[in-house]
């Protein structure tokens, strides 16, 4: 039986529970936050990214929050802001924002489960991929401009080009 039988054959829908199930099929380490949020660490080529899944029965939508530590200089935060905006611009669903206060890179998107729609663990398994994906698409160019001092134009070569392989 798969993930997805398992849960469409469960009484049981809730979104952070879903979430649970699959962090430990996934043999992820997690942190049931309280009954509506978990927090969890998946391992990247690049970094380990926490992760926050929080459903919001009120606004019905699942929130999902990929954050990465980063420290870049004080004199390339505009950089920094500038290739962010043009991974923005190359990405169909969710966004990156950069928290200065807590010095940390984050992936934000929140699913809206309207009506009385539920999900699935296929679409919240796809959701956090595609969340890590982002990050280590992209990681590598934040770091060129925050540390390499390439220009953010120059930094986004990397995440435009696919890699194969490792070196």
């Known amino acids: 039986m798969s993930l ?11 979104p952070i529970d879903i979430v649970e199930t699959l962090a430990e099929w996934h043999d992820w380490e997690f942190d049931r936050v309280t ?10 080529q ?3 990214y926490s992760l926050t899944l929080a459903w919001s029965a009120q606004d019905e939508t699942l929130r999902l929050i990929c954050t990465f530590e980063m420290e870049p200089p004080e004199g390339r935060i505009g950089a920094l802001y500038d290739v962010l905006n043009r991974c923005n611009d190359m990405v169909w669903t969710g966004a990156f924002t950069w928290w200065e206060e807590q010095k940390l890179m984050v992936w934000r998107y929140g699913l809206l489960l309207s009506g009385g729609q539920y999900v699935t663990a296929d679409q919240i398994d796809r959701l956090i991929a595609a969340a ?6 992209f990681y590598p160019a934040f770091q060129l ?7 953010p134009a120059e ?13």
């Open 4 to 14: 997805v039988e398992d849960f469409l054959s469960s009484d049981d829908q809730h």
């Open 35 to 44: 009954d509506d949020q978990i927090a969890m660490a998946v391992e990247g």
């Open 46 to 48: 690049w970094r380990t």
């Open 132 to 137: 890590v994906a982002a990050a280590e698409r």
């Open 145 to 151: 401009v925050s540390w390499g001092g390439k220009a």
């Open 155 to 167: 930094a986004m070569n990397v995440a435009i080009a696919e890699a194969y392989g490792r070196a």
